[in-house]
């Protein structure tokens, strides 16, 4: 019902920039302006973890590892979510998902997987030192 596809991954060296993109598309009976949307990153040998979230009222969530360094956007008139990564680390190195839902959430559910049913299928970024 809801198709997510990420772009703008790739190889940066420790201190560089990346802007994630996700384009949102599909029909869910709902308007796009009120989807919870978020990233997450995955890291061989790790767990999933959330990264960032953003609900319908801009509310925001980040991660404590990532907190000033990454900024969740969303562009609703291109139906497109980023997520601009500044002053990259070799522990940022990931698979990163954008994810959906048609709930509303809002403080740290924007960062549990478990919230969203919709997912795209990644991009990944790898920080080099």
């Known amino acids: 019902q809801v198709q997510l596809v990420e772009s703008g991954g790739g190889s940066v060296q420790a201190g560089g920039s990346l802007r994630l993109s996700c384009e949102v598309s599909g029909y869910t009976g709902y308007s796009y302006s009120t989807y919870t949307l978020g990233w997450f990153r995955q890291a061989p040998g790790k767990e999933r973890e959330g990264v960032a979230g953003i609900n319908r009222y801009n509310e925001t969530l980040y991660a404590d590892s990532v907190k000033g360094r990454f900024t969740i956007l969303k562009d609703s008139a291109k139906t497109t979510l980023y997520l601009q990564m500044n002053s990259l680390k070799p522990e940022d190195t990931a698979l990163y998902s954008c994810?959906?839902?048609?709930?509303?959430?809002?403080?740290?559910?924007?960062?549990?997987?478990?919230?969203?049913?919709?997912w795209g299928q990644g991009t990944q970024v790898t920080v080099s030192s």
């Open positions: 994810a959906a839902t048609v709930q509303y959430y809002s403080g740290d559910y924007l960062l549990q997987g478990s919230m969203y049913p919709y």
